[in-house]
């Protein structure tokens, strides 16, 4: 008696796993796929975010909007010259079917004539230069050019990292700029 529990028992131990073997392979391929779906779900929102901020109308070269997607809902920073381009950007995000909620945490940057003539200075010195010029060629150019109380810090994406330095030469070189921080990147290729 005792040998037939004892052999029953080594069956049990040896058997179970092998029956229960098929069913943690199959679950692991549909986290997998849950996974992939997840990430194109992501990406598909991040690509209509961006798309919705590029279209604003008032979005300029004087603008920068800047965005984080977790799950379902988007949070906007960045700095816009006009205090409408704020709420526009809101209630556009707000318009994608799929997000559920908009934090915006964009600043409206301070009203200021010195500021404004720094602006036009910075992008003639930038978007004047030979070799810089091919970036002002879309509809919203590339460098970003964010100026407050005098300081100027340039962001967006550029092609190479001579095109980082001269932007920077350039920006630095207009009279009254207190400061510049070159925050831009360099494209991978």
Known sequence: MRKEV?????VLLFALPLATAPFARTSQPQ????????????????????????LLP???????????????????????????????AEAA???IESVAGVTNNIEVLPVSAMDDQLRRAVYRAIYGDT??????????????IIVKNGNVTLVGVVDNESDK???NLRANQVPNVFSVKNDLAVASK
């Open 93 to 95: 995000v707000k318009s």
């Open 31 to 54: 986290d997998e796929k849950k996974q992939r779906n997840e990430e194109k779900y992501r990406e598909k929102l991040i690509k209509e975010v961006r798309h919705q901020l590029l």
């Open 6 to 10: 004892r052999a029953l028992l080594a």
């Open 131 to 144: 070799v810089l010029f091919r970036y002002g060629e879309s509809a919203v150019p590339s460098i970003h």
């Open 58 to 88: 008032y979005y300029s070269v004087f603008d920068n909007l800047a965005f984080k997607v977790e799950g379902d809902k988007v949070t906007l920073s960045g700095q816009v010259v006009r205090p409408t381009l704020k709420s526009d």
């Open 165 to 167: 330095n001269l932007a």
